[in-house]
C-alpha cells in the first residue's frame, strides 16, 4: 500500500518535520496506526516490518520504538461450512448445538415449525449424526426457539424449546430412545381363523411415522410351503395390494388383492432389521429394538375335505385295504377320521396334516359277501365333518372243510369226531343267511369211511 509515491512500500510514513502520509485504508490519530486487511485471504500469514530511516544512537538523530503492540494478534474469518444432518426439514426455525448426552460430542438441535417436531441429530464418533424426531404436538403450538444448556442434569446439556404465540418453554425434554412394538389384531395370532376377509391389520405400541408404515417394503406376507414347515425354501410369498396408517388408532391396514384370504397357515413379518426400510416410531427408533417382528396365524374357514377314497371289491373273508386322502389347507390336524364298514362294525383312527393334507390306510374282512356301502366321517378340532360314502363289492366263497382223520368202527358202533378238526363249514353256517330248504348251493361234509354223512 504505496503512501506517497508507488513505488513506495509503507503505509504509514512518518518526514523529518513531523508530517505523516497514509496509504489507503490506513488511520491515524495521533497514537495508534489502524491498518485494514479484510482483503487479506484468511490463513495468511502477515509479518509487520519497521524500517527506520535515522542516524546512529549518539549522533544528532535517534529513532527509538517501545510498547509496540499488534491488536489482534490473530484475525480470523467468518465462513460457511456445509454439515449434512440426517432427513430433511419441512421448516427450519431454530437451531443450537449441545451435547445432550454427556459422550463429549456437540450434538445439533432444531425446530420444525410445520412438524410440530424437534429434531435432535446425535452426533457420532465417526463425524456424522443419527436423528430422533420428538413430537411437540400435544403442547398445541409450534415450536420455534431452542437452546441447549445444562439446566438439571450435571454432565450433558437439557433442551429448552420456546412454542409461537404462547409463554411456554418446555424443558428439559427427554428424548424417546424406547423402540416401538406391533401386535397382529387381525387375524388372530397363533390361532385358527374362520371367515377372514382380504385384509390384516396391525396396532403398534406408539405413534408412528407414517411414511415408514404406509408401505410395502417394510411388509411380507408367506404361506408355508408343501413340506408345512416355515422358514424353507418352498414358502409361497403372498403379494399385498396396499399398505395403510391410521394415526388415531396407530393401525396399519394391509390389503389383498384377491376378496379374501385363502386357507392356509401364514406368516406375516414386519420389518425392523433394515434400516432403510424399517418401520419407525416418531422419534426415529425403528421396530422391535431393530429386530424383525414375526407373527404366524391360520386361516380355516372351509374346515377338511374328502379328496379320494378307493372302492373295493374282493371276496368274503378276504382282508381288504381302504385308503382315504383328506385335504385341509388351514390345519395341520390331527383330525378325528370313522369308518362304518356296512356290515355292523366300525373302525376310528387319527389324521395327522402336513401341508395341509394326509391319508389314512384302514384293513377289512367282510364275513358275507353283498354289496356294502362304506361311510367315511372326518371331524376337525373346530368340529366340522366331511363325509364320503363308497361301495364294497364282496363276492361269495363256497365253503371248505380240512381234511378229517379217517376213523374206523364196527357196524351200530358210535364214532366220535376230534375236538381239534377245523371246522369251517360250522363258521359258514353260523353267518349263513339263507335257507337251507330254498338254497341253491349244496354244502357237503365227507368222510373217507362211510361217504356222504350230512347233507344241508
Known amino acids: 500500500m504505496a503512501t506517497h509515491r508507488p513505488e513506495a512500500t509503507s503505509f504509514y510514513n512518518v518526514n523529518a518535520n513531523g ?31 519497521f524500517d527506520l530511516i535515522g542516524n546512529p544512537p549518539g549522533t544528532s538523530s535517534t529513532v527509538v520504538l517501545d510498547n509496540v503492540v499488534i491488536t489482534p494478534e490473530r484475525m480470523t474469518d467468518d465462513t460457511f461450512t456445509v454439515v449434512t444432518l440426517p432427513g430433511t426439514f419441512r421448516h427450519a426455525m431454530g437451531v443450537d448445538s449441545g451435547d445432550i448426552n454427556g459422550d463429549g460430542l456437540r450434538d445439533v438441535l432444531i425446530t420444525d415449525r410445520a412438524a410440530h417436531t424437534l429434531l435432535v441429530c446425535t452426533a457420532t464418533t465417526a463425524g456424522g449424526f443419527t436423528r430422533t424426531d420428538v413430537s411437540l404436538a400435544a403442547f398445541g403450538t409450534q415450536p420455534v426457539s431452542v437452546i441447549a444448556t445444562a439446566l438439571l442434569r450435571s454432565g450433558e446439556d437439557d433442551i429448552a424449546v420456546g412454542l409461537y404465540g404462547s409463554d411456554v418453554v418446555v424443558s428439559p425434554l427427554t428424548v424417546d430412545h424406547t423402540s416401538p412394538q406391533a401386535s397382529l389384531i387381525s387375524p388372530v395370532a397363533n390361532a385358527v381363523n374362520t371367515g377372514v376377509g382380504n385384509t390384516i391389520v396391525v396396532e403398534f405400541s406408539e405413534s408412528m411415522r407414517a411414511s415408514s408404515v404406509a408401505t410395502l417394503a417394510p411388509w411380507r406376507l408367506t404361506e408355508d410351503g408343501p413340506d408345512g414347515a416355515p422358514g424353507t425354501s418352498d414358502d409361497i410369498q403372498i403379494p399385498v395390494q396396499s399398505a395403510s396408517y391410521d394415526a388415531a388408532t396407530r393401525r396399519a391396514t394391509l390389503t389383498m388383492p384377491q376378496s ?100 389314512i390306510s384302514l384293513p377289512h374282512a367282510w364275513k358275507q359277501d353283498g354289496l356294502y356301502s362304506v361311510t367315511i366321517t372326518v371331524t376337525d378340532t373346530l368340529s366340522r365333518v366331511a363325509t364320503a360314502v363308497v361301495s364294497a363289492t364282496i363276492l361269495n366263497v363256497n365253503p371248505t372243510l380240512n381234511p378229517l382223520t379217517a376213523l374206523t368202527g364196527s357196524e351200530g358202533q358210535a364214532v366220535t369226531l376230534a375236538a381239534a378238526t377245523s371246522w369251517v ?32
Open 260 to 359: 379374501f384370504i385363502a386357507d392356509g397357515i401364514y406368516r406375516l413379518t414386519a420389518q425392523g432389521a433394515d434400516p432403510v426400510t424399517a418401520i419407525v416410531d416418531l422419534n426415529g427408533n425403528r421396530l422391535n429394538n431393530g429386530v424383525n417382528q414375526i407373527f404366524g396365524f391360520t386361516v380355516d374357514s372351509n374346515g377338511p375335505e374328502i379328496s379320494s377314497a378307493n372302492s373295493l371289491s374282493g371276496s368274503e373273508g378276504q382282508s381288504m385295504t381302504l385308503v382315504v386322502a383328506i385335504s385341509d389347507p388351514g390345519s395341520s390336524g390331527p383330525h378325528a377320521a370313522t369308518v362304518n364298514w356296512g356290515d355292523g362294525t366300525t373302525s376310528t383312527t387319527a389324521v395327522n396334516l402336513t401341508g395341509g393334507t394326509g391319508t
Open 425 to 456: 363249514l360250522q363258521s359258514h353256517l353260523n353267518s349263513c343267511r339263507r335257507s337251507c330248504q330254498t338254497c341253491h348251493m349244496r354244502c357237503f361234509l365227507t368222510f373217507p369211511l362211510s361217504g356222504a354223512i350230512a347233507a344241508y
Open 19 to 49: 508530517q505523516t502520509t497514509l496509504a489507503s485504508g490506513v488511520t491515524f490519530n495521533g497514537t495508534t496506526v489502524t491498518v485494514d486487511i479484510s482483503g487479506l485471504i484468511a490463513g495468511s500469514l502477515a509479518t509487520l516490518i
